[in-house]
């Protein structure tokens, strides 16, 4: 048996070293020398990591607002989370469940 944790299960959190700015209506989130302008939808998904909602929470969260197909919210969050994780501005925990 393989214990080790599917990504849908991991819990994104904010780097505590993550700096947000709401400018003009747009979201710029920034690590060190790296930064991403959000979207809308980027918006929706950086609200939604609160360091207590797995991947597939947020994805589910994304299929319910924006009315698209749960398998298709999963691979863009996981997507969009995994660029966010690599340039240092959130990390991925396991939990206990």
């Not at 994304?62 to 197909?69: K, Q």
């Not at 749960?70 to 995994?82: P, T």
């Amino acid at each position: 048996m393989n214990n080790v944790p599917s990504l849908v299960d991991q819990v994104p959190e904010r780097s505590i070293s993550t700096r947000v700015r709401n400018t003009r209506g747009k979201l710029l989130v920034a690590q060190g020398p790296n930064s991403v302008e959000l979207d809308e939808v980027g918006i929706f998904i950086f609200k939604s990591i609160d360091g207590k909602a797995a991947l597939r929470d947020i994805a589910a969260r994304i299929s319910a607002e924006y009315d698209v197909e749960y398998e298709q919210a999963l691979a863009d969050a996981a997507e969009f989370i995994a660029e966010l994780a690599g340039l240092e501005m959130v990390v991925m925990r396991v939990t206990d469940t």
